[in-house]
Nanobody, 121 residues
Framework: QVQLVESGGGLVQAGGSLRLSCTAS?????MGWFRQAPGAEREFVAA????????YYKDSVKGRFTISRDNAKNTVYLQMNSLKPEDTAVYYC?????????????????WGQGTQVTVSS
């Protein structure tokens, strides 16, 4: 069983930056970030393979968000720049056993508890 612990959420003004971190209890395969806004379904944000080569992003965050990972620390990061009010959501870290990246939430076996990101206008 893999446990994921997220940190780094908070309140920021539009145009600001936040860095989310997610540390896994053991090494895992691909990892990703999803988010869920009030009244909306959970959606894919970014994902990264174990070897760092493969990264995928939701179109609306490309150029603003960067996903990275440190395998020695079992940690994945999401650097979020130029934040917009529409980025407001609970952000969830996810991990899967396979190393292949997926943008589908159902492909991830392990989930963190979520961290709130609020962007004020």
């Amino acid at each position: 069983q893999v446990q994921l612990v997220e940190s780094g959420g908070g309140l920021v003004q539009a145009g600001g930056s936040l860095r989310l971190s997610c540390t896994a209890s053991v090494s895992s395969g691909a990892m990703g970030w999803f988010r869920q806004a009030p009244g909306a379904e959970r959606e894919f944000v970014a994902a990264i393979g174990r070897t760092h080569i493969s990264t995928y992003y939701k179109d609306s965050v490309k150029g603003r968000f960067t996903i990275s990972r440190d395998n020695a620390k079992n940690t994945v990061y999401l650097q979020m720049n130029s934040l917009k009010p529409e980025d407001t959501a609970v952000y969830y870290c996810a991990a899967r056993r396979l190393v292949v990246v997926s943008m589908l939430s159902e492909r991830y076996e392990y989930w963190g508890q979520g961290t709130q990101v609020t962007v004020s206008s």
